[in-house]
């Protein structure tokens, strides 16, 4: 493989990625897992009910590039058409990063920027297109009328630039579930970037990723954010500073475990207390966390107070995490 059709295929597998984390956000309420580089899509998301949305993906690594994208369209149009025998699919999607994936000039301006149009809201000629290759290419086990376009800006070497809009729609999912913490989107991205990697390169393709496994990251970052001083009125605040710099690999394991935040939390509820009330009453119930470490009393306690608040402190962020993606369980 010579070097520019490696570097043309990483870029595609890159934005293959990207664009299944945006589908899946656009569709975590009612999603139940996604799948990249599935058995007869590129991006396979399944719901509640079975459904699924199946989509092609094809992007350009130049934007003005326009000599395939018709060849493009087409072999995506044909896979679509195969998968839509199977009788599950609720949208069948083509995504591209072209501002003219039906080589024409007139159609442009619908397509500049982050954009989803349904079929019956393509202009006229980019129907039209796509009538005349299912029609000549025999496709008709595809349904138009559940089909859409969409179009994600996706440029250049400067990965700034080229994840720009990832990192706007994240922004825009954390506005819209009102999540109060500073989250480092950058930081989400990457984590999300990598576990859909590691998801297309698994052979098995059974394996996918869970609605609660993507979404677990995010509400580890926001716990992470939280800034646990309340304790600091009980203890030395150099001491204080010691243990959390010490112990810090500890804190973050417990305030990371989805066991150990659901069980803080669902005791919470029952207590119905403060939180400083709680965790002045209730520490020595999670002593258990810290019995591996070899230290006196008082440090162990600083410890499990810390990641109480942690967690605590941070108890409405996760939940409006929970409720924007359905996953409310406590």
Do not use: C
Not at 105 to 121: A, D, S, V
Not at 162 to 178: C, G, M, Q, T, V
Not at 214 to 224: A, G, K, Q, R
Not at 311 to 321: A, F, G, V, W, Y
């Amino acid at each position: 493989m010579s070097k520019s059709n490696a570097s043309a295929s990483a870029f595609g597998w890159d934005f293959q990625v990207n664009s299944a984390i945006l589908l899946m956000l656009e569709n975590i309420k009612d999603a139940k897992k996604v799948r990249v580089e599935g058995v007869d899509e590129d991006i396979e998301i399944t719901f509640e009910d079975k459904t699924k949305i199946y989509a092609q993906v094809k992007a350009v690594e130049k934007p003005e590039d326009t000599s395939n994208v018709i060849g493009k369209l087409t072999k995506a149009l044909e896979t679509l058409s195969a998968a839509s025998k199977k009788g599950d699919g609720r949208l069948f999607t083509y995504v591209t990063n072209s501002y003219n994936p039906f080589n024409n000039k007139e159609t442009i301006p619908y397509f500049i920027g982050r954009t989803h149009l349904y079929f019956n809201e393509l202009p006229i000629f980019a129907r039209n297109k796509i009538k005349d290759i299912i029609k000549k290419k025999n496709y008709s086990d595809l349904d138009v009328n559940k089909m859409d376009i969409r179009v994600i800006p996706f440029y250049g070497d400067d990965l700034k630039n080229r994840y720009k809009e990832i990192k706007s729609y994240i922004n825009e999912f954390l506005e819209e579930i009102e999540i109060k913490a500073e989250v480092n989107n950058t930081k989400i991205m990457n984590i999300w970037q990598n576990d859909f990697f590691h998801n297309a390169t698994q052979s098995n393709t059974s394996i996918s990723i869970s609605k609660e496994k993507m979404i677990w990251p995010l509400i580890v970052i926001v716990v992470e954010s939280t800034v646990a001083k309340d304790y600091e009125n009980d203890f030395d605040e150099e001491d204080i500073e010691e243990i959390e710099q010490k112990y810090k690999d500890i804190i973050n394991h417990n305030t990371m475990r989805y066991e150990m935040v659901s069980r803080v939390l669902t005791d919470y509820i029952e207590k119905k207390d403060k939180i400083k009330v709680f965790v002045k009453e209730q520490w020595e119930n999670y002593l258990d966390i810290v019995k591996e470490i070899e230290s006196d009393e008082e440090i162990k306690e600083s410890i499990v107070k810390i990641i109480l608040y942690k967690i605590l402190k941070r108890r409405k962020d996760i939940k409006r995490i929970k409720k924007g993606a359905n996953l409310l369980d406590n």
